[in-house]
């Protein structure tokens, strides 16, 4: 403790100084060499992928950026599509800290977003400081009760959570396509959607920007779940089952609990995220609504290297991939498509940054 | 190297650092990049010449178009617009299904092309925000025409209309309406819709169905219960194939999705287990399944929307209702020149030749086309009555009327 005070009162200066700028820069990206492999290594083999359909790289990769970062419309809906990844990284961080599994984050999302309809309808035209928390909680309960089976198998007869989680996502797509084909369909149109929730249970705008408050709940869940992993005991006894599950043993922590915490905390996030996508963007469900972002958040996650506040910034880039990549489309004439080659081609190239760091280590320790 | 290892680690300069140092130089390139390009991204070409463009293109449709002779007129008189028109549609699925999101998508583009418009489309967007985020995109890019090419468009399209957010551009969506019904969704100058009159051409396919089944049992594979046209396309096969063959029996299945191949495939290859040897299939992506099953047995297949002859290796495409849409949208562009869109629906049907069936395989012996041919002029001068039902319900007593079920 006492070299870290030291070495602040330092400062950067004189460490840059001590040390040289080069080797300190060296010494700041290692440890995110695999993030960055994945993703300017994704973003260079698209390139090629480019080159052999006939488009100009440059060309795309501009027109993506430009769109998402240089257009009030690209910001916004960009900073609208941060938020569901955002809200559901964080929820997944909750579990992977601690070492489980939460690939339901899809159902629990749907989840969410049906009890946030529900709510947002079934209870009338409150006023909107009324509806919007009771909307928000709704959605809560919903992805929590899409967890709790799994995370009660998971925690009582250690039945893996990977399958359940999974499996969940499908019920969930099922249970949505048949309430709203059969008890919740709107009677006033012809294709089947849920009841628009009343306009009081819509989160508001951000003030003078056409940016609804979805997203400040991201950032600040992101700054809560940060502090709460440094900070809290609860924090650090997810992190010690997640580091080494036999030492947490050894260490006496209550390890059934602990899992089912984690998992449960992981749905109800997920769920929450469903109750602000509807909420702040889409009013109503449609029966073939099916919210990728469960699924495209988890490698975020780990691109992020389970750090809380680097989502902040993952989720940004990759919402702008997301949304630069829409809007290229329509102006460039290249499949939209193409953006969920970027992100594959990042995986397996993360990944595979990731296995190389991995031997290596082990070789060295074998050494 | 390792104390500076432990150095960086102690002051905290970690991937979170490193990376937001990448993705601020990235950002501050793009806007760079954007305000450097910006006027290439959204220039919108005007020039003079279009007015006549549209002139000389709108002429040419006296053939198909009743109000040409007012359009030309009115357009020549006084270049209502003055420009090139742009014109966009948003679709759910992917365009190269040989269905419905395809014939979507190609049939703007021809009638954008025969008017000198600029087109653009966005496909793949499923539901929920995506196809609400392109609407909004080509609307505030300044688009006249945006086609919500689903039924499951229109809630939010509606809203975006009522709320006045579609600024000079003007939305057509698909409507359930038929000739008869209230057509509630138009808005004039603002919302249009168009709908499809499906019964005339799908009660021949049922007809040619009960005509080419060897086994006297003819299946129906429709990817969703709740789609609206598939369920009239259904009922009026399934009074066709009374019609033509009063022995068969008909199966019916609903896959569950639009865009499943893989169950269309497996659903498919359970009715032909069962002895059918005629499948209707109706269904966007989850199509080339049914036909893949089809294909597997070698048993016929009747397709809706679009002609996938081009992939038909076996030749076991018996025909397909084939849906134009350029018909409804063509008009909608005509309405757009001559100030009156959004004052009526369009209908799709076989009177104005939008919806029909694709010339029969030709294994069709040339008496049962004869036949064929005279059900869908009957259909035609009125003489056939069919039963159109508004929801499941009504297809199933349809059905149980006609002892299937």
Same mark, same amino acid.
């Given at each position: 403790m006492k070299n870290k005070k030291d070495l602040v009162e330092l400062g950067i200066e004189k460490l840059v100084g001590k040390f040289g700028l080069t080797n300190l820069l060296v010494s700041s990206i290692k440890p995110a060499l695999s993030t960055i492999i994945g993703i300017v290594g994704g973003m260079a083999a698209g390139s090629i992928v480019l080159l052999f359909t006939g488009f100009d790289p440059v060309y795309v990769?501009?027109?993506?950026?430009?769109?998402?970062?240089?257009?009030s419309f690209g910001i916004s809906k960009m900073s609208i599509t941060m938020m569901p990844l955002l809200i559901i990284g964080v929820g997944l961080l909750f579990c992977f800290k601690a070492g489980t599994w939460n690939i339901g984050a899809q159902g629990q999302m749907i989840l969410g977003a049906l009890f946030a309809n529900i709510a947002g309808y079934g209870l009338g035209p409150l006023p909107a400081p009324i509806l919007i928390p009771i909307v928000l909680i709704a959605s809560v309960v919903g992805g929590i009760l899409w967890i709790l089976p799994a995370a009660v198998m998971k925690a009582k007869w250690g039945i893996n959570e990977v399958v359940t989680t999974m499996l969940f996502n499908f019920?969930?797509?099922?249970?949505?396509?048949?309430?709203?084909?059969?008890?919740?369909?709107?009677?006033?149109?012809?294709?089947?959607?849920?009841?628009?929730?009343?306009?009081?249970?819509?989160?508001?705008?951000?003030?003078?920007?056409?940016?609804?408050?979805?997203?400040?709940?991201?950032?600040?869940?992101?700054?809560?779940?940060?502090?709460?992993? /440094?900070?809290?005991?609860?924090?650090f006894q997810f992190r010690i089952i997640g580091s080494n599950i036999k030492a947490a043993r050894y260490c006496g922590l209550h390890i059934p609990y602990l899992i089912f915490y984690s998992l449960t905390i992981s749905g109800a996030i997920c769920g929450l995220a469903g109750g602000v996508q509807l909420s702040g963007t889409m009013r109503f469900l449609d029966p073939d609504w099916v919210p990728w972002y469960g699924f495209q958040?988890?490698?975020?996650?780990?691109? /992020?290297?389970?750090? /809380?506040?680097?989502?902040?910034?993952f989720s940004f880039f990759f919402a702008s991939l997301l949304i630069g990549g829409d809007l290229m489309h329509r102006v460039v004439g290249l499949p939209v498509f193409f953006v969920d080659v970027i992100f594959g081609l990042m995986l397996i190239l993360f990944a595979a940054a990731e296995s190389i760091r991995y031997l290596r280590l082990k070789k060295r320790k074998e050494r | 190297m390792q104390s500076l290892r432990s150095q960086r680690k102690k002051i905290g300069v970690s991937t979170t650092v490193a990376v937001a140092a990448i993705i601020v130089i990235a950002i501050v390139a793009g806007v760079a990049g954007y305000f450097s390009g910006a006027g290439q991204v959204t220039t919108t070409t005007v020039t003079e010449h279009r007015t006549t463009t549209v002139t000389q293109t709108l002429a040419a449709q006296t053939v198909t178009v009743t109000q040409t002779a007012t359009v030309t007129q009115t357009v020549a008189?006084?270049?209502?617009?003055?420009?090139?028109?742009?014109?966009?549609?948003?679709?759910?699925?992917?365009?190269?299904d040989y269905g419905w999101n395809q014939e979507g998508v190609e049939s703007l583009r021809k009638v954008a092309a025969k008017f000198g418009a600029e087109f653009s489309f966005s496909e793949g967007l499923g539901y929920g925000?995506?196809?609400?985020?392109?609407?909004?995109?080509?609307?505030?890019?300044?688009?006249?025409?945006?086609?919500?090419? %689903?039924?499951?468009?229109?809630?939010?399209?509606?809203?975006?209309?009522?709320?006045?957010?579609i600024g000079q551009s003007k939305v057509l969506i698909v409507s359930e309406a038929q000739e008869g019904m209230e057509e509630r969704d138009v808005v004039p100058g603002k919302l249009g819709t168009y709908s499809f009159v499906v019964t005339a051409a799908s009660?021949?396919?049922?007809?040619? %169905?009960?005509?080419?089944?060897?086994?006297?049992?003819?299946?129906?594979?429709?990817?969703?219960?709740?789609?609206i046209n598939w369920i009239r396309q259904s009922a009026a096969f399934a009074q066709g194939l009374k019609a033509a063959n009063p022995k068969a029996k008909l199966l019916f299945t609903v896959v569950g999705s639009y865009e499943d191949p893989a169950k269309g495939k497996e659903f498919t290859a359970a009715q032909i287990g069962l002895g059918a040897d005629v499948i209707f299939g109706q269904g966007d992506g989850t199509s080339f399944g049914i036909m893949d099953a089809c294909r597997d047995a070698g048993v016929w297949f009747i397709d809706v929307i679009g002609d996938k002859r081009a992939i038909d290796e076996k030749g076991i495409l018996l025909t397909s209702v084939l849906w134009d849409f350029s018909v409804a949208y063509e008009q909608a562009l005509i309405d757009i020149y001559n100030g009156e869109f959004g004052k009526h629906n369009y209908y799709m049907s076989h009177a104005n030749r939008a919806i029909y069936l694709l010339t029969l395989n030709p294994k069709v012996p040339a008496d049962v086309a004869t036949k064929v041919s005279e059900i869908s002029q009957k259909i035609q001068a009125g003489e056939i009555k069919v039963k159109v039902p508004n929801n499941i319900e009504d297809l199933h007593a349809i059905f149980r009327e006609l002892g299937y079920e």
């Open positions: 990769y501009y027109t993506i950026f430009a769109q998402a970062w240089g257009t019920l969930a797509i099922f249970l949505l396509m048949y309430l709203v084909k059969s008890p919740l369909r709107y009677p006033q149109e012809y294709h089947p959607i849920t009841q628009p929730i009343y306009h009081s249970a819509q989160l508001p705008m951000l003030p003078g920007i056409p940016i609804h408050t979805g997203l400040l709940i991201g950032l600040v869940l992101s700054i809560f779940t940060y502090i709460f992993f /440094a900070k809290t005991t609860l924090g958040a988890v490698p975020l996650v780990f691109l /992020a290297r389970l750090n /809380a506040l680097a989502l902040i910034p | 008189g006084e270049g209502v617009l003055g420009r090139k028109l742009k014109v966009a549609i948003i679709v759910p699925g992917r365009a190269n925000e995506p196809p609400l985020r392109a609407l909004e995109d080509y609307i505030r890019k300044g688009y006249d025409l945006v086609v919500g090419h %689903a039924g499951g468009y229109r809630e939010f399209c509606l809203e975006l209309v009522r709320t006045g957010r009660y021949p396919a049922g007809y040619l %169905a009960g005509l080419m089944t060897k086994s006297n049992i003819v299946g129906i594979v429709q990817s969703v219960e709740t789609d």
